[in-house]
């Protein structure tokens, strides 16, 4: 929505007075001290700051715009950055969640959204791949998760190592017991997605903003938030879906909430007249028990294969992105496992990416404890790029005073 349509729908004359600090509009006349009287309530119209233009903030200022609001959606490097967490070529979409069947239920509605807006935005965001989960043994932990999917209806298969050899033959199973394949999973273009998430945002009346927003002082009601390239965003909420930034925005509160681990992931070509390894010929996949996940080549970026476990910490501004030779090294003896036929192909593109992860890998979604009007959106912890459309539309409506899945919200609280 345009900002006229906007200002016509809520009537021009809301003015000064019911938009109150907002009013004076972005770098204009207001402070950043914040006041300490506690007098905001939510309200469905008014100006919203979302900081942050990853799948959190994204989704988040869509939901805002279209629903009438007044939405600056303002991120230091743009929508999708290098540097983004949700700015990588592709983010999967899977079902099998462990025990945590909110997730199992979050991800089948969220697939349906995806999906709409593929349609809508007559773009192809998604990629039906599949997926198949590989494990030495059948455990009590692959029947719970069996149990999961067939309760929330996802569909899955339960796969014999001859089954898995005769579908993929590209792919070996020695020490594989059972494979639990997903037929509906995903991988979603995400960079694309952010990139175009934020143009939509724009065409329903939001504004884009390149900008660093300091961190904010004070409590009760912040009336804006200063940038760091100088002037302010005034508003009458913010959110801030700022990633694995938020705990060096809001040490005190995040800084022991959020770790924000390294992760390299490589991309390998895949033999010259061959495509067994790029889709649709292999699924996604993963294996816990080697710590590795990975999907065929898309859009011809590689075949991608990301170990994981690593802890060591990452500075989302300032480290450099040079994959780590040990990382390498274990993608490349997993390749040796699992799929030979791709393991002396030569590394044609890499990603050194990072994490923000929580200690129970719950999302954080809240408001913040010292401010009536400012939310904090992330905490993804490896899983949230997937959630996006649901995640978005829960932080709208919980800015518009509503909670759309208050018996999910407990465990995203502050
Ligand atoms: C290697 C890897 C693989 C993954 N695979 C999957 C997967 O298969 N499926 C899945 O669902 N999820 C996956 N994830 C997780 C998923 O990508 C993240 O959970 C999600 O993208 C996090 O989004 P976000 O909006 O919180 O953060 P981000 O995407 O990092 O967005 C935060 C934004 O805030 C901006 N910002 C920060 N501070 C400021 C500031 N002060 N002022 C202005 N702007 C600011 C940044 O520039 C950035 O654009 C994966 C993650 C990684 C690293």
């Known amino acids: 929505m345009h900002r006229r349509t906007f200002l016509a729908r809520t009537g021009a004359a ?30 469905t119209s008014g100006r919203i700051i979302v900081i942050g233009a990853g799948a959190f903030g994204g989704w988040t200022a869509l939901h805002l715009a279209e629903s009438g609001m007044e939405v600056v959606l303002v991120d230091a490097y743009g929508a999708g950055s290098a540097r983004a967490t949700s700015g990588g ?27 709409d807006r593929q349609t809508q935005w007559e773009t ?33 298969e339960l796969l014999t190592p001859e089954e898995i050899q005769r579908r993929w033959p590209q792919m070996t199973v020695e020490g594989v017991e059972v494979g639990l394949f997903e037929p509906g999973a995903t991988a979603i273009r995400a960079n694309t997605a952010c990139r175009l998430i934020a143009r939509k945002v724009e065409e329903a009346g939001g504004t884009l903003k390149i900008g660093q927003v300091e961190p904010p002082r004070g409590e009760g009601i912040l009336p804006g938030v200063q940038l760091r390239e100088g002037g302010e965003l005034h508003g009458d909420a ?85 994959p780590a030779a040990h990382w390498l090294q274990r993608a490349r003896r997993y390749l040796a496992l699992r799929f030979p036929g791709i393991m002396d192909q030569p590394l044609v ?9 929580t200690d129970d890998d719950h999302f954080i979604i809240d408001r913040h404890p010292a ?30 005073g509503q909670d759309m899945v208050p018996e999910w919200s407990p465990h995203w609280a502050l």
């Open 14 to 43: 809301l003015g000064a007075a019911a938009l109150g600090p907002a009013a004076a509009g972005a770098g204009q006349g207001a402070t950043s001290t914040s006041r300490t009287s506690r007098q905001w309530t939510a309200r």
């Open 89 to 115: 070529d592709s983010r999967g979409l899977r079902f099998a969640y462990g025990d945590r069947r909110m997730y199992t239920e979050m991800a089948i509605q969220a697939k349906t959204r995806w999906e």
């Open 124 to 156: 192809g965001l998604m990629l039906t791949t599949g997926r198949i989960s590989l494990y030495p043994e059948s455990t009590p932990a692959l029947e719970t998760i069996q149990d999961v999917l067939v309760e929330a209806g996802a569909e899955f």
């Open 238 to 322: 913010f959110v801030f879906a700022c990633g694995s930034w938020l705990p060096a925005l809001f040490p005190e509160l995040l800084g022991d909430r959020i770790s924000v681990p390294r992760r390299d992931v490589f991309f390998f070509g895949p033999p010259a007249g061959d495509p067994r390894f790029s889709f649709p010929h292999l699924p996604n996949f993963s294996e816990g028990s080697q710590s590795v996940y990975g999907f065929p080549d898309l859009d011809g970026f590689g075949f991608k294969v990301a170990p994981f476990g690593g802890l060591d910490p990452f500075d989302p501004d300032r480290d450099e992105r040079v």
């Open 349 to 357: 593109h890499s990603r050194v990416c990072q994490l923000e992860n």
């Open 371 to 400: 401010w009536e009007n400012v939310w904090i959106a992330g905490g993804g912890s490896g899983h949230a790029f997937k959630h996006g459309p649901i995640l978005g539309e829960i932080v709208a409506t919980r800015v518009q």
